[in-house]
C-alpha cells in the first residue's frame, strides 16, 4: 500500500524462488496477480541428508506447477512424504487433494475439511518428518484456520498468508478477526525476541531476512490503519465502503474489495471496543482470492 513504505521497520526482502535457508527451497506458483503477488510460494523443506520432504502449501490446482514440486524434490534426491497447509484459501490449498495422490501423501491442516488422512494440525505440534522438527504455531486473524510453522534449526518461520513478502494482508472478514490477527503478530514478535526466528518465510513475495522488523512493521501498520478508520468513522462516515473510499483512495480500485474486508474487521475491533457501533454484515461479501496487501 502506499502509506506502508513510510512506516518504520519494513524489511528488505530476498529470495523470491529456489532455495531460500540449509533445510527450505520454495516453487514458485505461475499464478502472479495483485491479491497473490508474484504467486504462491510453495515450499519444500527436508534435512540436508534426508530422503523425505515436507510440502507447505502445493498452491492451485495446477499439474504443472504440482509437478514441478515432485521433481525439484526428486532432483535432491527426496520423495515428499508429507503435505502441510497454513489455511484453506484455494491459491495455497486448492491443489492438495490432486498433490496427495501424486505424492501418496496425507495432508494435515487445522481445517478438518481440508485433511487427507486422520490427523490434523493444532498449536504444540511437532512435525518431525525425514528428522526434521517443525513447530505448529497458531496464527488466526486473515483467517480463522491460518497456521504458521516454525524451523528452529534455519531460524526462520512459514507465515503463510499473515506475513507476506511484500505489503500487507488481508484480514478476511468475517472469517478472519482483528483482535486474534493483533495476537498472532505478537505471538510471531515473541518467536523472533524469545527463539532466535530471523527469517520470514511469506506465502506470498520474496523472503524476509528481517523477521523482527517484519513484525515490527506489520503491527504499525495495523494501528496505523485502525486509527485512520476510526477518524473516518469520527468524521461521520458510516459503512464500510465510505471508509474505505476515504482511507484507501489512493489505492488500487481493484483492491478495494479486498480492503472492505479489512475494515469490516477492524469496525468490528472498534465496535467491541465500545468505540463505534456495530456494522450489520452484507450479503454476498466474500474473500478475495488470497491476501493482498489491505
Known sequence: MSDAAALPGQPRGGVLSGPATTRTVNVLAPNASAMTLDGTNTWIIAEPDADLAVVIDPGPLDDAHLRAVIDTAERAGRRIGLTLLTHGHPDHAEGASRFAELTGTKVRALDPALRLGDEGLAAGDVITTGGLELRVVPAPGHTADSLSFHLPADQAVLTGDTVLGRGTTVVAHPDGRLGDYLDTLRRLRSLTVDDGVRTVLPGH????????????????????????????????????????????????????????????????????????????PVDGLQAPPSSGGA
Open 205 to 280: 513475495g520474496p523472503v524476509l531476512e528481517d523477521a523482527q522488523g517484519a513484525v515490527e512493521f506489520y503491527l504499525a501498520h495495523r494501528a496505523h490503519r485502525l486509527a485512520q478508520v476510526e477518524t473516518a468513522v469520527e468524521a461521520g462516515l458510516r459503512t464500510p465502503a465510505e471508509v474505505v473510499a476515504a482511507v484507501y483512495a489512493d489505492v488500487d480500485r481493484s483492491l478495494w474489495p479486498a480492503a472492505e474486508l479489512s475494515v469490516r474487521a477492524q469496525l468490528e475491533y472498534l465496535a467491541e471496543h465500545g468505540l463505534t457501533e456495530r456494522v450489520p
